[in-house]
């Protein structure tokens, strides 16, 4: 999947700009973006303010760490019982 250009803090402050009366089709014009992508930030980041955002990311990531984890551990399971399973 590819790396977005905007981190936490300006998808934020995009959202406020957009809330506090800016046009939403002169903001997603100047920043390269689609509106589609607009409410799709709104939807994930909605009210959140930047420290809340951050402990978002850092959750979502040791969440992936650990669904990492337990599947190379039920692959290493799984090739134990086969092998345990077979006469030598």
Known sequence: MRKSRFTDVPIIGVLRE????AKLKTVCRRLGIT???????????????????????AL????RRI???VAEQALN???LKDVAGKDW
């Open 77 to 79: 399971i799984q090739v």
């Open 18 to 21: 957009a809330d506090s009366g």
């Open 60 to 63: 979502e990531e040791e969440n």
């Open 35 to 57: 509106e589609t992508t607009y409410y799709r930030w709104k939807s994930k980041f909605g009210d959140m303010q930047v420290p809340e955002a951050r402990r978002h990311r």
């Open 67 to 69: 669904k990492r984890l």
